[in-house]
T-cell receptor
Framework: ETGVTQSPTHLIKTRGQQVTLRCSSQ?????VSWYQQALGQGPQFIFQ???????GRGNFPPRFSGLQFPNYSSELNVNALELDDSALYLC????????????FGSGTRLTVV | DQQVKQNSPSLSVQEGRISILNCDYT??????FLWYKKYPAEGPTFLIS?????DKNEDGRFTVFLNKSAKHLSLHIVPSQPGDSAVYFC???????????FGKGTKLTVNP
C-alpha cells in the first residue's frame, strides 16, 4: 500500500505570491488533514477535508484554502503569502474523519522571502 | 494559549537507560492522547496512544502514563536505543473533534 505523498518537497516564494501544495492520500483513506509546522513549534491544524468537503478549520485566515478531489487527494492553496507563512506543511490522511490513524506525508518546506 | 505543553526542548540519555518525556495539558475536555516520533525530513509517525479512561498503556519498549488529575502524561522508553533519537510530539484531542493539538516537541538524543 502506498503512503502519503506530498509535492513539492521544497519551494521558495516571494511575499504576496500564491502557492499550491499537493497531497496524495494513502490507499483506502478518505480524509485529509493539513497542518502547519513553524520552526520550533508543533504542527498546527489548518483544516480537514472529508469526502471532498471541508470538515473543520483551525485558526487560519481565509487566504488558506483547500480542495479534495474524488480520488481523495488534496490541495492546499495559500494566497497573498506573508513571511510568517514560511513553515513545513504536513498532510495527513486517515480512514475516518477523526484524528486517529493518521498517516503523515514528509511535508513541503515553504520559504517566503 | 498553548493547550499542550512539552517544557523540555531536549533530552539526552545513554543507550540502555530509560528515557522519560513529559507533556502537560490544560484543556480538561481532552480525552485521547497520542505520541508521535519525527525524524528529520520525514513526517511524524504514530508511536502510542492512551484514552482518558486508562492510566497506562504499554507497547513493547514504550509505555505512556496518564495522570488526569495533574493533567500530565509521560512517555517512557526502556531500554533506549540510538535509533530512538528523534523529536517526540505529544498530541491531544477530544471526542468529536477533527483535529489534534500538538506540543512543541522534545528532541531526544540517545548516545551509544
Amino acid at each position: 500500500e502506498t503512503g502519503v505523498t506530498q509535492s513539492p518537497t521544497h519551494l521558495i516564494k516571494t511575499r504576496g505570491q500564491q502557492v499550491t501544495l499537493r497531497c496524495s492520500s494513502q490507499s483506502g483513506h478518505n480524509t485529509v488533514s493539513w497542518y502547519q509546522q513553524a520552526l520550533g513549534q508543533g504542527p498546527q491544524f489548518i483544516f480537514q477535508y472529508y469526502r471532498e468537503e471541508e470538515n473543520g478549520r483551525g485558526n487560519f485566515p481565509p487566504r488558506f484554502s483547500g480542495l479534495q478531489f474524488p480520488n481523495y487527494s488534496s490541495e492546499l492553496n495559500v494566497n497573498a503569502l506573508e513571511l510568517d507563512d514560511s513553515a513545513l506543511y504536513l498532510c495527513a490522511s486517515s480512514p475516518l474523519a477523526q484524528p486517529y490513524g493518521y498517516t503523515f506525508g514528509s511535508g513541503t518546506r515553504l520559504t517566503v522571502v | 494559549d498553548q493547550q499542550v505543553k512539552q517544557n523540555s526542548p531536549s533530552l539526552s540519555v545513554q543507550e540502555g537507560r530509560i528515557s522519560i518525556l513529559n507533556c502537560d495539558y490544560t484543556n480538561s475536555m481532552f480525552d485521547y492522547f497520542l505520541w508521535y516520533k519525527k525524524y528529520p525530513a520525514e513526517g511524524p509517525t504514530f508511536l502510542i496512544s492512551i484514552s482518558s479512561i486508562k492510566d497506562k498503556n504499554e507497547d513493547g519498549r514504550f509505555t505512556v502514563f496518564l495522570n488526569k488529575s495533574a493533567k500530565h502524561l509521560s512517555l517512557h522508553i526502556v531500554p533506549s536505543q540510538p535509533g530512538d533519537s528523534a523529536v517526540y510530539f505529544c498530541a491531544a484531542t477530544q471526542g468529536g473533534s477533527e483535529k489534534l493539538v500538538f506540543g512543541k516537541g522534545t528532541k531526544l538524543t540517545v548516545n551509544p
